[in-house]
């Protein structure tokens, strides 16, 4: 099992930059394949970018192609999740969640933890 904390999110302008960690609690953290949703008012929760088990690998959402990256720090258990250019429609809480699954998936069904979420506000 494992336990996953977000943190970073905050009110930023349009244009600006945020990173977003998220903290796992246990040794095997190297196990999971980590994601990145969100979830903005009103609306589902949907995908925006994960990475593979060892790092190298990644896969991002259409709306986070060019603007978003994903990364881990293996030695500190650590998922980022650094965001430029941020748009108004950003805004949302953002969700880390980790799978056992082997394959990168983008389904929120196939993730088995989640942490509590961090607001991000990008003001117009």
């Known amino acids: 099992q494992v336990q996953l904390v977000e943190s970073g999110g905050g009110l930023v302008q349009a244009g600006g930059s945020l990173r977003l960690s998220c903290a796992a609690s246990?040794?095997?953290?190297?196990?999971?394949?980590v994601g990145w949703f969100r979830q903005a008012p009103g609306k589902e929760r949907e995908f925006v970018a994960a990475?593979?088990?060892?790092?190298?690998?990644?896969y991002d959402a259409d709306s986070a192609k060019g603007r978003f990256t994903i990364s881990r720090d293996l030695a500190k258990n650590t998922v980022y999740l650094q965001m430029s250019s941020l748009k108004p429609e950003d805004t949302a809480v953002y969700y880390c969640?980790?799978?056992?699954?082997?394959?990168?998936?983008?389904?929120?069904?196939?993730?088995?933890?989640w942490g509590q979420g961090t607001q991000v506000t990008v003001s117009s």
């Open positions: 246990g040794r095997t953290f190297s196990s999971y394949v």
């Open positions: 990475v593979s088990r060892g790092g190298s690998r990644t």
């Open positions: 969640a980790a799978t056992g699954i082997y394959s990168i998936p983008i389904r929120e069904s196939d993730y088995a933890y």
